[in-house]
């Protein structure tokens, strides 16, 4: 990691530049990341259920993830 405008850092990653429409304005969404986060093993994905302490963090980001209708989503970023 490094400071904004640093040269000192490397990239994390690249993009793949066919992921992008270049004849699109530049203030187009091409790409939207979700991050999706809570602790690890605590979900089965197969059968999602509260935690022993009753947190329902992992069901709520689990039903996120598949529930969601990104089709749709995407529909209203797309120009």
């Known amino acids: 990691m490094a400071p904004f405008g640093s040269t000192e850092g490397i ?23 979700v991050k999706f986060t809570y602790l690890c093993g605590s979900t089965d994905p197969d059968d999602p259920k509260p935690t022993e302490d009753g947190s329902i963090i992992g069901v709520r980001m689990w039903e996120s993830l598949h ?13």
């Open 67 to 79: 529930k969601s209708d990104w089709k749709a989503i995407r529909a209203v970023l797309a120009p």
């Open 11 to 33: 990239a994390l990653l690249k993009p793949n530049p066919e992921w992008f429409d270049p004849s699109l304005p530049r203030t187009a969404f091409q790409l939207v990341t």
